[in-house]
């Protein structure tokens, strides 16, 4: 039931987004887009498939527990039929139609069958568990694959904040440069200016448009980038509604492995596939190993349909069958030590998994500390450059300055203004990064908090 209701939100939350998309475009905060993408992606959903299907697979595992029953109905033409009732004396009555036991031309059967493994050597547990183990990989894995979306979708998110805030320092370059042109061309008409300043603010616009038309191509292709990954319709509006700013957040590695160790979806995985890994060894040893199996059967037998279920046409039988294994051509011993050579092979890939959450962990904390600092230090000097350049262009009305010094003043507070957002970029982006590396998802976080 809890997984109908799930679904049912999710088509609901669906129809919602389509409708308002349809009317009004789209604006999305940071979550809301991950909760969009995590009900669209095609591998999230197969993954959920894969899950059903594990499922499905647990419940099959009863098989090695309980009785199987046949209902099964045949019917054989005998061309040749040694008629054995004539040998039998009349002194030996029988309560049963002969005919039971020696045949009938045209026989007609019906009967339930039942067989019942009472001991197979501990394969049934053992498959049962390995299903079981199967499923929670199966689970673990959708978490890792939610993770790598989440990631996906705020490396996305984030690109397009810096796209749009690219575009605008660029424009602001731009206006700068224009604004400053018609006043250079206002006094070279007036005389107190050289035409060359009037040749080089030219310059500086048209070196300024095609970074302009570039950061607006690039945010148009980060946007539908966006868009396909979300699974929306590629010609609906979509706008973002969160601010483009970082968090600081303390760096502690060391927890960090910790909170990787008890989270991340690859360290769970491996352990619940080296349990499986073992459990596969006893299935594979249960194989050369003494099985002991029930089984009955209850029938009708006749030659006429409508004289077939009565008590001189039905019989039964039960029994218990119990098998040893001498010798099956290596085939078990071979299922063993492939099953021990997997198991060995899992374990061996552990510490690579250690040795590669640490590197990211490590990677993460420095691109952090990094870009941390770059942002402090190009935050300061954006007021810096504003105040340079106010300060060249006071200079320059009364006389004092020169157009470069303008110009070279415009340039440089664009370069820094870039800086810094390319800085809140990248640490938003190893923010993301530190999360995945130790499994975390502040959605799910945020979801299981209400």
Known sequence: ?????????????????????????????????????????????????????????????????????????SYTYRDGLLPLASFI???????????????YQNEKKAALAADWSLFNSGRGLANRRQAKYNLQIQEETLRARKLAIEFEVRRLYYGLQLAKETERIAGQLVDQARAH??????KYKEGTVAHFDVLQSKL???????????????????????????????????ELKDAFVFA??????????????????DFAVRALSLAASQENITVAKATGRPQITANANYSYTSGQVNDMFNDRHNIWNAGVTLGIPIFDGFAAKSR???????????????????????????????DLRNSESIIETQRDSIDIAKEALQIAEASYRVGEGTNLDILDAQVTLSQIDNNLYEAIYEYNIATAALNKAIGRSEIEEAKSEK
């Open 1 to 73: 039931m809890g997984d109908i209701h799930k679904r049912i939100k999710i088509i609901i939350f669906q129809l919602l987004l389509l409708g308002t998309t349809a009317l009004w475009g789209q604006e999305l905060t940071l979550p809301d887009a991950v909760r969009v993408a995590f009900a669209h992606n095609r591998d999230i959903l197969a993954q959920e498939q894969e899950i059903l299907k594990a499922r499905a697979q647990v419940l099959g595992t009863w098989n090695d527990f309980l009785p199987r029953l046949n209902l099964l109905g």
């Open 89 to 103: 004396p009349p002194s030996i009555s029988t309560p049963k139609d002969i005919g039971v036991f020696t045949g």
């Open 181 to 186: 042109l018609d006043e250079v061309d206002k």
């Open 204 to 238: 500086q616009v048209s070196k300024a448009l095609p970074q302009l038309v570039k950061a607006q191509n690039a945010r148009e292709l980060i946007k539908t980038e966006l868009k396909k990954t979300l699974g929306m319709n590629l010609d609906t509006e979509l």
């Open 248 to 265: 600081h957040q303390d760096l502690d590695e060391n927890s960090f492995r910790e909170y990787a160790l008890a989270h991340r979806p």
């Open 336 to 366: 063993v030590d492939e099953a021990k050579a997997r198991y060995a092979q899992l374990g061996l890939q552990k510490d690579d998994l250690n040795l590669q959450v640490d590197l990211e962990i490590r990677q993460s904390c420095e």
